[in-house]
């Protein structure tokens, strides 16, 4: 822990569990103070437990927060500001994996995915800028994935919502640049990474012979691990990564560049 995020405050979507989870208690390790948010209340109370467990009570919150929810974002965020003085850092974490082709998903299930993978950033964004621009320089994690990058016949609403994502950062980016904000927007895009939500791809992420099969198609010859995507987190939330904004961090070990 070297608090190179001391003085930070921050939201993390979908941190009940898995990525959210990590990243929130990364955050928190490097010194900034976290409000973490899920639709899973029980869940999103646990990381707080635990973060304030680890590193003293005060240092983490949770609220239920469904990101699809308008007037779930605007709660979250007054709560964020009543419990933390502000915001200097949003981490747009919350996600849902939809299987099928373009022709065996339903239009419910593709604006489902639509709904959560890429509506929930774009109310994020939209509803947490007047908090950000109060604590410049601040900074907008999205994350995306290796799947806005590289397409599968099976993942027609996940590609197409994570990529979504992707491009809504960069416009994210350029319009506070534009306005002259110290408030960077990156997304971060991950292949597959140890996590409850790998069992909708694959099955089980605690299957070794499955976890062996898709470290065969990464060519670094393994998967993520929650670890190496909240390290990615805590730079793009630091002043460290100061002159990057509309870019995208790929953690794919090597698989786009085949």
């Known amino acids: 822990m070297t608090q190179r995020l001391a003085g930070k405050t921050a939201l993390v979507t979908g941190a009940a569990q898995g990525l959210g989870a990590g990243i929130a208690l990364a955050l928190a390790r490097e010194g900034a103070r976290v409000v973490a948010t899920d639709r899973n209340e029980a869940g999103a ?3 707080a437990a635990r973060i304030d467990g680890e590193l003293g009570a005060g240092t983490a919150f949770a609220i239920r ?26 981490v747009n974490n919350a996600g849902v994996v939809t299987m099928g082709t373009v022709e065996e998903l339903d239009l419910a299930a593709w604006r489902q995915a639509m709904a ?3 509506d929930s950033a ?25 799947s806005a990058l590289i397409a599968s016949a099976n993942l027609t609403a996940y590609n197409a919502s994570k ?16 306005q002259g904000w110290a408030i960077r927007c990156n997304s971060v895009h991950p292949t597959f990474v140890r996590t409850p939500l790998l069992d909708d791809i694959v099955g089980s992420h605690e299957d070794a012979a499955v976890l062996a099969k898709l470290a065969r198609q ?19 939330a630091s002043d460290e990564s100061a002159m990057m904004t509309g870019a995208e961090l790929k953690l794919d070990g090597g698989l786009s560049a085949m």
């Not at 927060?65 to 850092?89: I, K, N, P, Y």
């Not at 900074?139 to 994935?145: E, G, P």
């Not at 491009?167 to 350029?174: C, E, F, N, R």
């Not at 990464?218 to 730079?235: F, K, L, N, Q, T």
Request: proline residues 3%.
């Open 45 to 47: 109370m646990e990381t």
């Open 122 to 146: 774009f109310l994020g964004c939209k509803y947490a800028l007047p908090l950000l621009r109060e604590s410049q320089p601040a900074a907008i994690v999205n994350m995306s994935s290796i």
């Open 116 to 118: 959560v993978n890429a």
């Open 65 to 90: 927060h469904d990101v699809t929810s308008e007037a779930d974002w605007q709660t979250a965020l007054a709560f964020t500001a009543d419990r933390l003085g502000g915001l200097s850092v949003l």
């Open 218 to 236: 990464v060519p670094i010859g393994r998967i993520g691990e929650v670890a190496d995507v909240a390290a990615a987190a805590v730079y793009l």
């Open 163 to 178: 990529a979504a994502l992707w491009m809504l950062t960069k416009s994210v980016a350029l319009h506070c640049a534009k």
